[in-house]
């Protein structure tokens, strides 16, 4: 890969699939951005990935992943010179700094193909209980199976064959493992693929003329 290359996440969904947007009342609708598309925020597909790169690069390793969520401020990173993933994805909680960007970074992910279901009506649970809440009747919109998403990452410097193939790896698996809210109930099932691209697509899809 060369010096700022840029790949198109392309995100296919084998099943529906609901981020949390605007609510009105009881109505949840998708996520959309300014102009009213459907989008995945690119936190989020970074998020997934790099849980997935996590798994693949530790249980390879044989090791124990970090507990970032958990790090204290001012805590360094104990792998930074042995571990891809912190210089990939970025570093938590630095001595410097808050946070420290990774080499990857990821743009929103926007519908390419696809519709959004009509309202669907469901009733909020009890687990305890296991029973209908009083009063807990809601609708939300999804957006429907097969439906496509496609987004960026920019590589701001040539990665190396180890980061090249855990990339790889961590987007082809990640979709698997699922997107969005409700998972646990069989939503956000996903196919994952990288394609080449370049920064002429990416500022295009932007609304930004170089």
């Known amino acids: 890969m060369n010096e700022a ?12 699939f609901h981020t949390t947007g605007r609510i009105h009342g ?6 959309r951005d300014k102009d009213g598309r459907p989008y995945i925020p690119g936190s989020h597909t970074k998020g997934v990935v790099r849980t997935e790169a996590e798994r693949i690069w530790f249980s390879a390793k044989g090791l124990e992943p970090c507990n970032i969520t958990d790090m204290k401020e001012g805590f360094r990173c104990p792998n930074e010179e042995k571990c891809p993933i912190c210089g990939m994805f970025g570093y938590p ?8 960007e990774g080499v990857l970074r990821f743009y929103d992910a ?9 309202l669907r009506t469901h009733v909020s649970m009890n687990r305890e209980k296991e029973s209908g809440v ?3 009747l ?14 960026f990452i920019v590589i701001r ?17 990640a979709g698997w493992y699922g997107l969005g809210k409700d998972r646990s109930r069989g939503l956000g099932g996903a196919e994952m693929e990288l394609l080449p691209s370049s920064i002429d697509e990416l500022v295009e899809s932007m609304g930004v003329r170089k």
């Open 26 to 31: 009881s109505t949840i609708d998708v996520l």
């Open 110 to 118: 926007r519908m390419a193909k696809g519709e959004v279901s009509p």
């Open 138 to 151: 809601y609708s939300e919109k999804i957006m429907e199976a097969g439906s496509v998403f496609e987004g």
């Open 157 to 173: 410097r040539p990665l190396k064959p180890e980061e090249e193939g855990l990339l790889k790896g961590a987007v082809a698996s």
């Open 134 to 136: 009083d009063g807990g």
């Open 5 to 16: 290359d840029v790949m198109k996440l392309r995100i296919t969904f084998r099943d529906n």
């Open 93 to 100: 909680n630095q001595r410097d700094t808050e946070y420290r």
